[in-house]
């Protein structure tokens, strides 16, 4: 059994060329779980941030360019069986409506407007057939046989040193997005072997509100067999990536 595992999108902040290039992976791969790690939507727009005032495009607009990267996962990937996971930019929504006044709250409370305004409504993932793990709760959700999958919660300066702090706060293998940093973190003790492996990012690496940060575009990419697992990370540089002995191009 093979997944892949990808994160960090932030349309519209969005890489074209390593999506493209992680669509071409899955293309040949085939596998039979593709997650996506979290911050598909920037969600700038409410953000507390500043915000550059010659941006034109809508929260819906970049909410239906989101929708269209799904579509091509799921048309890549008619049979896979597909997860998005919350992250903390999708959490601006929840961090908004929680901060309403008063007597915004009351409409908050209604039940239809708490099914209308989330994120699975919004990007239409039923449609798609896409899973939605909220950020609560992600590290005890199933995906993955032996793995813990989630958004991410920590931030280090170095690759894998996220990794590796994610894994010492669970002692298990898992995967975590949320640094923008590609990496893997192994160690043995006496309960066994652990990996715990950075998914990268495929935003921008030149993004209009950081100078020169030091992030990695990639993806992960995780095989099984019998009851043993290998995490392989998946390096895109300038819009190429190399696994097995193949160039995928954006």
């Known amino acids: ?16 060329d390593a999506w493209r290039a992680v669509l071409a992976i899955a293309r040949d791969l085939q596998p039979a779980v593709f997650v996506h790690m979290g911050d598909l939507v920037d ?8 915000k550059d005032p ?18 091509g996962v799921r048309k890549v990937l008619p049979k896979a069986v597909c997860y998005l996971l919350e992250g903390n930019h999708e959490d601006r929504l929840r961090r908004l409506i929680w901060r309403m006044p008063e007597g915004q709250r009351e409409i908050a409370r209604l039940r239809v407007f708490q099914s209308a305004v989330s994120w699975p409504n919004m990007l239409g993932l039923a449609d798609l057939d896409f899973r939605f793990v909220p950020m609560q709760g992600q590290a005890r959700a199933r995906i993955l046989p032996k793995l813990i ?3 991410g919660s920590v931030v280090r300066r ?6 590796k702090a994610e894994w010492e706060r669970y002692g298990k293998s898992g995967l975590s997005g949320h640094t923008h940093r590609l990496g893997a973190f192994y160690t043995n ?10 998914t990268g990012c495929t935003c921008s690496l030149d993004p209009e509100y950081c100078v020169d940060p030091n992030w990695q575009q990639g ?6 067999v019998g009851d043993r697992f290998a995490v392989e990370p998946v390096y895109i540089q300038n819009g190429t990536a190399i696994w097995r002995g193949r160039e995928y191009h954006g």
């Open 219 to 224: 993806c992960v990419v995780v095989t099984y």
């Open 189 to 198: 003790d006496f309960n066994g072997a652990h990996v715990w492996a950075e």
């Open 158 to 163: 170095w690759s894998a040193q996220s990794a």
């Open 1 to 16: 059994m093979k997944a892949l595992l990808v994160g960090d999108t932030h349309v519209p902040h969005q890489s074209l």
């Open 54 to 71: 010659s941006r034109k495009a809508s929260l819906q607009d970049d909410i239906d360019e989101a929708a269209g990267l799904l579509r």
């Open 43 to 50: 969600a700038w727009q409410i953000s507390a941030f500043d």
């Open 149 to 151: 999958i989630k958004h």
